[in-house]
């Protein structure tokens, strides 16, 4: 696609429920990034996959967050039990490189995701 | 203490002025990004950059990795420039570190 794309843009579900928040990223990019940022704060790293490497899941909040990526396309991030503190704007953002983030990053327009 | 620190946090100009943007780190690095968050909350990617100096428009960022810091200069701030700025590094390993931004306001 032209662009990184993110789905849904919107996500509100009740407070225990399970969520999967999906991420297309730009044909050909091999490295694949989520972030989150909750209201009125910075930006958290939460996972990155380079290639067909097993991702670090040290960035990730809780072992309720979990995330895959089949290849080099699609990326899940998937959120069990959902909490309020959960809420926030999850951002996905790919680049084409080898390195550890030493290509430009192209980012989607972001899942916001309120949990009630 | 941050691994990366931005300042100033807060910075209001007025239209037509040369802006500075200053972003230390600690941390060893390969390469740092400038990014722009628009008040809709949409980030782009403004230049990724390991040495030297880059040049898009009127935006111009410079990197010094021998003293760990960085600038993004605009030029003839527009109200369009108003959006927070924010410097990200990733270290080696895979933690990425993300200044705290810099929320710029342009007043016509």
């Known amino acids: 696609g032209a662009g990184v794309s993110q789905s849904p843009s919107n996500k509100v579900t009740e407070k225990g429920k399970d969520v999967e928040l999906r991420c297309d990223p730009i044909?050909?990019?091999?490295?694949l990034y989520w972030y989150r940022q909750r209201l009125g704060q910075g930006l958290e790293f939460l996972i990155y996959?380079?290639?067909?490497?097993?991702?670090?899941k040290s960035g990730l909040p809780s072992d309720r967050f979990s995330a895959e990526r089949t290849g080099e396309s699609v990326s899940t991030l998937t959120i069990q039990r959902t909490q309020q503190e959960d809420s926030a704007v999850y951002l996905c953002?790919?680049?084409f490189g080898q390195g550890y983030g030493s290509e430009k990053l192209f980012f989607g327009s972001g899942t916001q995701l309120s949990v009630l | 203490k941050n691994e990366v620190e931005q300042s100033p946090q807060n910075l209001t100009a007025q239209e037509g002025e040369f802006i500075t943007i200053n972003c230390s780190y600690s941390?060893?690095?390969?390469?740092l990004h400038w990014l722009q968050q628009h008040p809709g909350g949409g980030i782009v990617s403004l230049f990724m950059?390991?040495?030297g100096k880059k040049k898009h428009g009127r935006l111009i960022a410079t990197i010094n990795i021998q003293e760990k810091h960085s600038s993004l200069h605009i030029t003839a701030s527009h109200p369009r420039d108003s959006a927070v700025y924010i410097c990200?590094?990733?270290?080696?390993?895979?933690?990425?570190?993300f200044g705290t931004g810099t929320s710029l306001t342009v007043i016509p």
């Open positions: 953002a790919s680049s």
């Open positions: 044909s050909g990019h091999t490295a």
């Open positions: 996959f380079q290639g067909n490497s097993a991702p670090d």
């Open positions: 941390v060893g690095i390969s390469a």
């Open positions: 950059l390991s040495s």
């Open positions: 990200a590094t990733p270290p080696t390993g895979n933690q990425f570190y």
